[in-house]
């Protein structure tokens, strides 16, 4: 299925990231195009998007900030048969020194076929090997006057410095909350309190809200938490045990999980010192959030939302996940 963020290849249409889409527009407005450029932020915030309308746009026979849409060039490029745009793709980890030699290498020495730019898009770049970072780096010295190459990463650091020094660098900050949700209440056919749910667990990105609205496996994950948080009321030292067990076995989405009990607690804490149902981010899970709020003081509420965040860093360091799960309901429970 696809979603009017995910097909749109015009500046217009993409929701945020105002600067970097004046930037870019100006550049192509006063001709002052540079040869490499690096976007970088999280999974799903349009990095791609942005890419591929700044592609689209270079390439545009009628020229403008804005692709025309009409053009052999726009066309081609909406059914995905440009010649002249090239996504270099990979298929281990990383991306290893001979697939930039088939893919660039090989290709930046042809001139395009029929546009102006030749134009090279590649995602998680930042996995690229040393090896073949140095390999490209030889073509960032020295690319030819068509050659572009937009590099989509989450994670800049990963780059030699002396690739970042060739490239023009965009950092895709997140979306807020209400961005998000007026997108999915509009795009997407749900309410308000369920499109504000999902802009919270987005990280600030349209893309990754979308996936998870859509992910079966999301709401088993926040099923479980919420599960979990309430299992943990009554729970005694047999029962933490049991618990800690059922947890561990799902470690890879253990972080996702305590987020959630976090949100859990939040909106207890919420509901305990206002009484508005309103403020609860999770209204779907209303009555499992009063159980708790009942049963709990707010300056407990406080301290468990500390500890989960104090055992999500500790998780994050690969400490030991039975031992950490264990001390936090210990914490959790202690009164």
Same mark, same amino acid.
């Given at each position: 299925?696809?979603?009017?963020?995910?097909? &749109?290849?015009?500046?217009?249409?993409?929701?945020?990231?105002?600067? =970097?889409?004046?930037?870019?527009?100006?550049?192509?407005?006063? @001709?002052?195009?540079?040869? *490499?450029?690096?976007?970088?932020? =999280?999974?799903? #915030?349009?990095?791609?998007?942005?890419?591929?309308?700044?592609?689209?746009?270079?390439?545009?026979?009628?020229?403008?900030?804005?692709?025309?849409?009409?053009?052999? &060039?726009?066309?081609?490029?909406?059914?995905?048969?440009?010649?002249?745009?090239?996504?270099?793709?990979?298929? !281990?980890?990383?991306?290893?020194?001979?697939?930039?030699?088939?893919?660039?290498?090989? @290709? %930046?020495?042809?001139?395009?076929?029929?546009?102006?730019?030749?134009?090279?898009?590649?995602?998680?770049?930042?996995?690229? @090997?040393?090896?073949?970072?140095?390999?490209?780096?030889?073509?960032?010295?020295?690319?030819?006057?068509?050659?572009?190459? /937009? $590099?989509?990463?989450?994670?800049?650091?990963?780059?030699?410095?002396?690739?970042?020094?060739?490239?023009?660098?965009?950092?895709?900050?997140?979306?807020?909350?209400?961005?998000? &949700?007026?997108?999915?209440?509009? +795009?997407? +056919?749900?309410? $308000?309190?369920?499109?504000?749910?999902?802009? %919270?667990?987005?990280?600030?990105?349209?893309?990754?809200?979308?996936?998870? /609205? +859509?992910?079966?496996?999301?709401?088993?994950?926040?099923?479980?938490?919420?599960?979990?948080? =309430?299992?943990?009321?009554?729970?005694?030292? #047999?029962?933490?045990?049991?618990?800690?067990?059922?947890?561990?076995? @799902?470690? &890879?989405?253990?972080?996702?999980?305590?987020?959630?009990?976090?949100?859990?607690?939040?909106? *207890?804490?919420?509901? !305990?010192?206002?009484?508005?149902?309103?403020?609860? %981010?999770?209204?779907?899970?209303?009555?499992?959030?009063?159980?708790? *709020?009942?049963?709990?003081?707010?300056?407990?509420?406080?301290?468990?939302?500390?500890?989960?965040?104090?055992?999500? +860093?500790?998780?994050?360091?690969?400490?030991?996940?039975?031992?950490? $799960?264990?001390?936090?309901?210990? !914490?959790?429970?202690?009164?």
């Amino acid at each position: 299925m696809l979603y009017p963020l995910l097909i &749109s290849m015009n500046f217009s249409q993409i929701i945020g990231h105002k600067k =970097v889409i004046e930037h870019l527009q100006q550049s192509v407005l006063h @001709n002052r195009i540079n040869h *490499a450029y690096i976007f970088d932020g =999280v999974k799903g #915030i349009g990095k791609m998007t942005i890419a591929k309308a700044f592609a689209k746009t270079l390439n545009c026979e009628k020229g403008g900030i804005e692709p025309c849409g009409e053009c052999i &060039s726009c066309k081609t490029f909406d059914e995905n048969n440009n010649p002249d745009i090239i996504y270099v793709t990979h298929e !281990k980890k990383d991306i290893r020194v001979d697939e930039i030699r088939e893919q660039i290498l090989k @290709n %930046i020495t042809l001139k395009p076929y029929r546009n102006k730019y030749k134009i090279f898009i590649i995602p998680e770049a930042d996995k690229m @090997n040393v090896l073949a970072q140095n390999a490209f780096l030889k073509t960032l010295e020295e690319p030819p006057e068509y050659g572009i190459f /937009l $590099l989509l990463c989450e994670n800049y650091n990963k780059f030699l410095v002396t690739v970042l020094s060739r490239c023009i660098m965009f950092k895709l900050h997140p979306l807020s909350t209400e961005v998000i &949700s007026d997108y999915l209440v509009k +795009n997407m +056919n749900i309410s $308000l309190e369920q499109a504000r749910l999902y802009s %919270i667990y987005s990280q600030g990105s349209i893309g990754n809200a979308v996936e998870l /609205l +859509n992910s079966e496996e999301f709401r088993d994950i926040r099923d479980t938490a919420v599960e979990t948080a =309430v299992r943990l009321e009554d729970a005694d030292l #047999i029962e933490l045990y049991k618990i800690t067990d059922d947890l561990k076995e @799902n470690k &890879s989405a253990l972080d996702r999980i305590l987020e959630i009990m976090y949100l859990v607690y939040r909106d *207890a804490l919420v509901l !305990k010192e206002t009484g508005d149902e309103s403020r609860v %981010i999770q209204g779907d899970k209303l009555e499992q959030t009063k159980t708790i *709020a009942e049963k709990t003081s707010a300056s407990m509420l406080i301290k468990r939302c500390d500890h989960i965040n104090d055992t999500r +860093n500790r998780l994050g360091r690969n400490g030991n996940t039975q031992l950490l $799960l264990e001390t936090l309901f210990f !914490k959790i429970k202690e009164k």
